[in-house]
């Protein structure tokens, strides 16, 4: 079973960056895969004006317009579980941030936003 996503360039860097590096080597596979997919086409990276900062770290486009520019991709049910382990485990190590929550609900459902009962 497949999921359409619509995801602007934001929330798919957030996406590939939080799953994980470790796993079997199926999974991995799956992520390589997936990680390609969220990747920026040649074409985005100068349309969205992408630059590194100076330390290698985030990017010099935050305030730009076609970085908010969304696209439908399809991710299979087990890509999806990925994101939302992922997520959650952040969650559970109070590491979320608030982006998260948008890439959460957007995977997973806004009706299972609720990964932790603490107050």
Request: proline share 5%; net charge negative.
């Amino acid at each position: 079973m497949t999921k359409t996503i619509e995801l602007n360039m934001w929330e798919r860097l957030l996406a590939a960056g939080v799953l994980p590096g470790e796993d079997n080597l199926v999974t991995l596979r799956l992520i390589r895969k997936m990680k390609e997919r969220l990747s920026p086409s040649p074409e985005e990276i100068d349309r969205c004006k992408m630059v590194p900062n100076e330390d290698g770290r985030g990017l010099k486009t935050w305030d730009n317009p076609e970085m908010l520019k969304t696209v439908e991709l399809e991710f299979h049910e087990k890509e999806v579980e990925l994101v939302k382990k992922a997520i959650e485990k952040l969650d559970s190590q109070k590491k979320c941030l608030d982006p998260h929550i948008e890439v959460y609900e957007k995977f997973v459902g806004e009706e299972d936003g609720n990964t932790n009962t603490e107050s």
